[in-house]
Structures are given as structure tokens and as C-alpha cells.
């Protein structure tokens, strides 16, 4: 068993940071890989990030913006998020993936592709 648990959410101007947390317990070795996707009210819920083998990989809308990295030795995992847009409003979720994921190509993007979930941290972004 997996616990994710996100922090650092919050209200933000247009064009501000923030740094999402996403903190791991329990079997945490058995994480491959780790993403950050978010739902906005009333859409999907959609791929932002992931982290996996070394390797990183973005969604379109946040590339150049947005930093997943990883740190092992706290078992967390961050998402660094500037110029900051009304259109990023969103819950954030992290989610873990126990089971291996080949190192070359994109990494996993869909939501069933991820075992375990938190409970969603609230980015919210004024305009």
C-alpha cells in the first residue's frame, strides 16, 4: 500500500508560483512512477506531469512552466509551477504507479495507467 498526500495548494495572481508537495508513505520503493494531473469543475481529469526512471515528461499546456522533480530521500515528489494563468485553476492530484513502465518513449498519461491517488490539493489563479 501506497499513501500520496498533496500540499501547497492555494490562491495565486496571474502570473505567481507556487510549489506543489506531493508526499509518499508506505511502500514506497514499489512507486515507478509518479505524475501530477489536475480537474478543473466540470472536465476531465488531465495529465500535467511525470517523473519516472530519471526521466520527466509535460503536457503541452504547462511545458516551460511547470518543474516535476523528485526526491527520493524525503519520498516526495514537487511540482514547481510559475506564470501562473486563470486557465491553470484546477484541484491538483498526485498519482502513483506501482507497476513498471518502460524507460524509453512518453511516460504513462492516462489516469487508469495510476494505482494510487491523493485527495487533491485546490490551485486557484485571479486574474
Known amino acids: 500500500q501506497v499513501q500520496l498526500v498533496e500540499s501547497g495548494g492555494g490562491l495565486v495572481q496571474t502570473g505567481g508560483s507556487l510549489r506543489l508537495s506531493c508526499a509518499a508513505s508506505?511502500?514506497?520503493?514499489?512507486?515507478?512512477?509518479v505524475a501530477w494531473f489536475r480537474q478543473a469543475p466540470g472536465k476531465e481529469r488531465d495529465f500535467i506531469a511525470s517523473?519516472?526512471?530519471?526521466?520527466?515528461a509535460y503536457a503541452d499546456s504547462v511545458k516551460g512552466r511547470f518543474t516535476i522533480s523528485r526526491d527520493n530521500a524525503k519520498d516526495t515528489v514537487y511540482l514547481q509551477m510559475n506564470s501562473l494563468e486563470p486557465e491553470d485553476t484546477a484541484v491538483y492530484y498526485c498519482?502513483?504507479?506501482?507497476?513498471?513502465?518502460?524507460?524509453?518513449?512518453?511516460?504513462?498519461?492516462?489516469?487508469?495507467?495510476?494505482?494510487?491517488w491523493g485527495q487533491g490539493t485546490q490551485v486557484t489563479v485571479s486574474s
Open positions: 508506505g511502500r514506497t520503493f514499489d512507486l515507478y512512477v
Open positions: 498519482a502513483g504507479r506501482t507497476y513498471p513502465w518502460p524507460q524509453q518513449g512518453a511516460g504513462p498519461l492516462g489516469v487508469s495507467l495510476y494505482d494510487y
Open positions: 517523473v519516472w526512471s530519471g526521466r520527466t
